[in-house]
């Protein structure tokens, strides 16, 4: 048997990817586009899309791909996918009709025994609707490509779902062969099950980012962390270590969004119940506007000429598409607003109405407020001096936790963040109380700002349990930190020695916060413990507090 020919119509992201990682396995590979303009670019290895390693595996694998604007071309080819992204419009409705197209163009040009393959994105009923090419030669493939690791997934697969007219009967070998190539699970089932496992894929992602998200919101209210929260839940095995619980600002991107409308519009036709799509649409758009909601409270209301820096244009990273980006979103609230925008792969010149710039500390220089909505690795380089030092204003927004909350805080900046309460200065009269890696315990109010970090000590002599060592900073303004108290061990105890306690002075005004702390330890600890006055050779009066050892975790 002659080596097995592989054809991908429709040189979109789908089907480039899809391309090149078919050529990695060793097998030829025609590249068809009607777009002549496109395949003269792909030719000079110049590729519409941005992929981690992508341009590196088309250079290995450059022999045996070619690209072609003539549909005849397919000709010589035993397994022809159709391969090209499938449009939606901002309702997330699939526009079919290029795909139908495709299928009727190319099918004119299979061989009698070639077998045709749909690959791209499609709703229930549509590969069983298909009659240009016989049923027994026409299969639906599901893909499960991720934009930013569409190459590690395209060469990696977690298996194939095939979507067959008859199931039990085996796959033909020209096409069992390119999948076998792959060293993945084959799993064969009917069209429309096949159809509708890709969109149940999308789902259990969907429902995993709402839970993610509702649970996250609800974390900032009440001083929890989502963040030490998901460790728990990876360990468990009815969730498991590879589900996606990282809150984000909504679903976007278009793949997902189609998958919803394609099931709304299906049970709708049907009768069937989605009460529960709606309500993850309704969450989607809640969290798109976290952003907003923190601008709005924190600057906008109060400065409504306020500068604004927005790092981050695409709808993640390691991409460049922007369909249903939350950053645009976002902008669009503030386009009377004085905007500087970045972003690594976008063109800033999409914004119309804000001021672009080529480096993001460009955009932090006189801002009042900075945003980083798309979580690029560059954006984590960045030091909060240099961000203390450019910015008139002290708020940071990082949804996704790209900086060092603790150290934005400690130089003054109010550090917002999805799951977690925020961090730093908000309103005089507010204490936060911060433990561990600067994560918040639980906010309170008192007369004056404080903020109490905890960090554990094993003992060096043999005692079993975990000491904490603590100590108290108080903020003279909103802006900026000094440290009014320090940690001072019982006398007679040499440093490194194992403590069963150890007292906490701290200055007589900060009397409200000392309650605070001493209620919360005791509650960890579940002993009650009366705090009480001493003279010492300090001149102002102190709080003398004894903290018991806590039954608590050995790292908090």
């Given at each position: 048997?002659?080596?097995?020919?592989?054809?991908?119509?429709?040189?979109?992201?789908?089907?480039?990817?899809?391309a090149i990682a078919t050529a990695a396995k060793g097998f030829s590979v025609v590249g068809y586009d009607g777009d002549e303009g496109l395949v003269r670019r792909l030719d000079?290895?110049d590729l519409s899309i941005l992929e981690p390693d992508l341009d590196r595996l088309l250079v290995a694998n450059r022999d045996r791909i070619r690209f072609s604007n003539t549909s005849s071309d397919v000709s010589a080819c035993d397994v022809v996918y159709?391969?090209?992204?499938?449009?939606?419009?901002?309702?997330?409705?699939?526009?079919?009709?290029?795909?139908?197209?495709?299928?009727?163009?190319?099918?004119?040009?299979?061989?009698?025994?070639?077998?045709?393959?749909?690959?791209?994105?499609?709703?229930?009923?549509?590969?069983?609707?298909?009659?240009?090419?016989?049923?027994?030669?026409?299969?639906?493939?599901?893909?499960?490509?991720?934009?930013?690791?569409?190459?590690?997934?395209?060469?990696?697969?977690?298996?194939?779902?095939?979507?067959?007219?008859?199931?039990?009967?085996?796959?033909?070998?020209?096409?069992?062969?390119?999948?076998?190539?792959?060293?993945?699970?084959?799993?064969?089932?009917?069209?429309?099950?096949?159809?509708?496992?890709?969109?149940?894929?999308?789902?259990?992602?969907?429902?995993?980012?709402?839970?993610?998200?509702?649970?996250?919101?609800?974390?900032?209210?009440?001083?929890?962390?989502?963040?030490?929260?998901?460790?728990?839940?990876?360990?468990?095995?009815?969730?498991?270590?590879?589900?996606?619980?990282?809150?984000?600002?909504?679903?976007?991107?278009?793949?997902?969004?189609?998958?919803?409308?394609?099931?709304?519009?299906?049970?709708?036709?049907?009768?069937?119940?989605?009460?529960?799509?709606?309500?993850?649409?309704?969450?989607?758009?809640?969290?798109?506007?976290?952003?907003?909601?923190?601008?709005?409270?924190?600057?906008?209301?109060?400065?409504?000429?306020?500068?604004?820096?927005?790092?981050?244009?695409?709808?993640?990273?390691?991409?460049?598409?922007?369909?249903?980006?939350?950053?645009?979103?976002?902008?669009?609230?503030?386009?009377?607003?004085?905007?500087?925008?970045?972003?690594?792969?976008?063109?800033?010149?999409?914004?119309?109405?804000?001021?672009?710039?080529?480096?993001?500390?460009?955009?932090?220089?006189?801002?009042?407020?900075?945003?980083?909505?798309?979580?690029?690795?560059?954006?984590?380089?960045?030091?909060?001096?240099?961000?203390?030092?450019?910015?008139?204003?002290?708020?940071?927004?990082?949804?996704?936790?790209?900086?060092?909350?603790?150290?934005?805080?400690?130089?003054?900046?109010?550090?917002?963040?999805?799951?977690?309460?925020?961090?730093?200065?908000?309103?005089?009269?507010?204490?936060?109380?911060?433990?561990?890696?600067?994560?918040?315990?639980?906010?309170?109010?008192?007369?004056?700002?404080?903020?109490?970090?905890?960090?554990?000590?094993?003992?060096?002599?043999?005692?079993?349990?975990?000491?904490?060592?603590?100590?108290?900073?108080?903020?003279?303004?909103?802006?900026?930190?000094?440290?009014?108290?320090?940690?001072?061990?019982?006398?007679?105890?040499?440093?490194?020695?194992?403590?069963?306690?150890?007292?906490?002075?701290?200055?007589?005004?900060?009397?409200?916060?000392?309650?605070?702390?001493?209620?919360?330890?005791?509650?960890?600890?579940?002993?009650?413990?009366?705090?009480?006055?001493?003279?010492?050779?300090?001149?102002?009066?102190?709080?003398?507090?004894?903290?018991?050892?806590?039954?608590?975790?050995?790292?908090?």
């Amino acid at each position: 048997m002659d080596a097995t020919v592989v054809s991908f119509a429709g040189m979109t992201h789908l089907g480039i990817i899809s391309a090149i990682a078919t050529a990695a396995k060793g097998f030829s590979v025609v590249g068809y586009d009607g777009d002549e303009g496109l395949v003269r670019r792909l030719d000079r290895q110049d590729l519409s899309i941005l992929e981690p390693d992508l341009d590196r595996l088309l250079v290995a694998n450059r022999d045996r791909i070619r690209f072609s604007n003539t549909s005849s071309d397919v000709s010589a080819c035993d397994v022809v996918y159709i391969a090209a992204d499938v449009p939606t419009n901002d309702a997330g409705e699939s526009d079919l009709v290029p795909i139908a197209a495709l299928v009727d163009g190319i099918s004119r040009h299979l061989r009698d025994d070639a077998i045709l393959v749909v690959l791209c994105q499609v709703p229930p009923g549509f590969t069983r609707s298909i009659s240009s090419e016989p049923h027994s030669r026409l299969f639906y493939q599901v893909e499960t490509l991720i934009f930013g690791r569409a190459v590690e997934r395209a060469l990696n697969p977690e298996r194939f779902i095939v979507g067959c007219a008859d199931p039990e009967k085996p796959l033909p070998p020209r096409y069992r062969e390119i999948l076998d190539a792959f060293g993945c699970p084959i799993l064969p089932m009917r069209y429309e099950s096949a159809e509708l496992a890709k969109i149940s894929i999308n789902f259990c992602f969907v429902a995993s980012v709402t839970v993610a998200n509702v649970l996250a919101e609800l974390s900032e209210s009440i001083g929890a962390d989502w963040a030490e929260i998901v460790p728990a839940l990876r360990l468990d095995r009815r969730v498991g270590q590879y589900s996606y619980l990282s809150p984000g600002l909504g679903i976007a991107g278009g793949n997902l969004e189609r998958d919803l409308r394609t099931v709304l519009n299906l049970a709708g036709e049907r009768g069937t119940d989605v009460g529960v799509v709606n309500a993850w649409i309704a969450n989607s758009r809640r969290r798109r506007d976290w952003c907003w909601g923190v601008l709005q409270e924190r600057v906008v209301n109060s400065n409504p000429t306020a500068r604004i820096g927005v790092l981050g244009l695409a709808y993640k990273e390691h991409t460049h598409s922007t369909k249903n980006s939350p950053a645009l979103a976002l902008l669009g609230r503030l386009r009377r607003m004085d905007l500087r925008v970045h972003d690594p792969v976008v063109p800033a010149a999409i914004v119309t109405y804000a001021t672009g710039c080529s480096e993001p500390l460009a955009c932090a220089e006189g801002a009042d407020a900075l945003v980083l909505t798309t979580p690029w690795l560059q954006y984590r380089e960045l030091q909060i001096a240099d961000l203390a030092r450019l910015m008139t204003g002290r708020v940071l927004i990082d949804p996704y936790r790209l900086l060092n909350g603790g150290e934005a805080a400690a130089a003054g900046f109010e550090y917002h963040s999805l799951g977690m309460p925020p961090l730093g200065p908000a309103e005089p009269g507010t204490a936060m109380l911060v433990h561990g890696n600067d994560r918040p315990v639980m906010p309170k109010r008192a007369s004056s700002w404080v903020r109490v970090d905890l960090s554990a000590m094993r003992s060096r002599a043999g005692w079993n349990g975990t000491e904490f060592w603590s100590y108290a900073s108080l903020a003279a303004t909103s802006t900026s930190w000094r440290q009014m108290a320090s940690t001072d061990s019982p006398r007679g105890c040499a440093p490194g020695m194992c403590l069963s306690r150890f007292r906490l002075w701290l200055p007589a005004a900060t009397q409200r916060c000392c309650e605070t702390i001493s209620s919360w330890w005791q509650r960890c600890s579940g002993q009650r413990r009366q705090s009480r006055w001493r003279s010492s050779s300090i001149s102002a009066p102190t709080r003398y507090m004894p903290i018991p050892r806590p039954r608590y975790p050995k790292r908090l």
